[in-house]
């Protein structure tokens, strides 16, 4: 029964355009041989063609499915634990970077995700030079703000690149998300930061790129929630 179970979801897992073409063509077949006489009267010899490209479909899906799909499917069950574990670790970083931009503000959020209420009143609060309440380790001194972005931006991309090498075993979609938060602001940013001497009592210059940050976080959340908790 758990093996029928696990089938029947490779099978839906088929992409939509592909199965409602096999569904129709199948559906096709039963209706011409109820109603083979009439076909054959009324459409002669273009009934017959229908019919064979119907067959030949049906036969490139069964090939498709059981050589190509479903292989792609098994690599998925072995590899998505590992590209998920990775992308749970990139969530992780934007939820350090909440803890610390808390801590260092002495505001707390009633939620998971600050509001942009919240963050308008955190970088209000945070003295950009002062030194952020993260700690590498015992021995060191605390990191600068600019370090500690620069820290999450780092085990952000180590684990964005991991999931990139498998690229060809995720969709678009996906794919897009990690782009996105690659490529967001506030991380771009920080190059820019560090040449720069920046002498500002709060870091209110962040707070919009913190704003599409976190956005775009509680989207890969979302996506990972809903479409790969098949893989866990």
Same mark, same amino acid.
């Given at each position: 029964?758990?093996?029928?179970?696990?089938?029947?979801?490779?099978?839906?897992?088929?992409?939509?355009?592909?199965?409602?073409?096999?569904?129709?063509?199948?559906?096709?077949?039963?209706?011409?041989?109820?109603?083979?006489?009439?076909?054959?009267?009324?459409?002669?010899?273009?009934?017959?063609?229908?019919?064979?490209?119907?067959? &030949?479909?049906?036969?490139?899906?069964?090939?498709?499915?059981?050589?190509?799909?479903?292989?792609?499917?098994?690599?998925?069950?072995?590899?998505?634990?590992?590209?998920?574990?990775?992308?749970?670790?990139?969530?992780?970083?934007?939820?350090?970077?909440?803890?610390?931009?808390?801590?260092?503000?002495?505001?707390?959020?009633?939620?998971?995700?600050?509001?942009?209420?919240?963050?308008? &009143?955190?970088?209000?609060?945070? =003295?950009?030079?002062?030194?952020?309440?993260?700690?590498?380790?015992?021995?060191?001194?605390?990191?600068?703000?600019?370090?500690?972005?620069?820290?999450?931006?780092?085990?952000?991309?180590?684990?964005?690149?991991?999931?990139?090498?498998?690229?060809?075993?995720?969709?678009?979609?996906?794919?897009?998300?990690?782009?996105?938060?690659? =490529?967001?602001?506030?991380?771009?940013?920080?190059?820019?930061?560090?040449?720069?001497?920046?002498?500002?009592?709060?870091?209110?210059?962040?707070?919009?790129?913190?704003?599409?940050?976190?956005?775009?976080?509680?989207?890969?959340?979302?996506?990972?929630?809903?479409?790969?908790?098949?893989?866990?």
């Amino acid at each position: 029964m758990k093996i029928m179970k696990k089938f029947l979801g490779k099978f839906k897992s088929i992409r939509k355009d592909i199965l409602f073409i096999f569904i129709f063509t199948i559906i096709v077949v039963i209706v011409f041989n109820i109603f083979e006489t009439e076909f054959k009267k009324y459409a002669g010899s273009f009934s017959g063609f229908i019919l064979n490209m119907c067959y &030949s479909y049906i036969a490139s899906f069964v090939f498709y499915f059981l050589v190509i799909h479903l292989q792609q499917e098994n690599d998925k069950d072995k590899l998505y634990p590992y590209i998920i574990k990775n992308a749970e670790h990139i969530i992780g970083c934007s939820l350090g970077l909440i803890h610390d931009i808390c801590r260092g503000s002495n505001i707390d959020i009633k939620s998971k995700y600050p509001t942009d209420e919240d963050l308008d &009143s955190i970088c209000k609060s945070i =003295n950009f030079n002062a030194r952020s309440p993260f700690l590498v380790n015992q021995f060191a001194l605390n990191l600068t703000w600019l370090e500690n972005f620069e820290y999450y931006k780092s085990r952000s991309d180590h684990a964005i690149n991991n999931i990139m090498q498998l690229n060809k075993f995720l969709d678009a979609d996906f794919i897009i998300y990690l782009i996105k938060i690659d =490529n967001c602001q506030l991380f771009k940013g920080i190059n820019n930061y560090k040449r720069c001497n920046i002498n500002n009592q709060n870091i209110t210059f962040v707070k919009d790129d913190l704003i599409e940050y976190f956005k775009i976080i509680r989207i890969l959340e979302n996506y990972i929630d809903i479409e790969l908790k098949k893989y866990r």
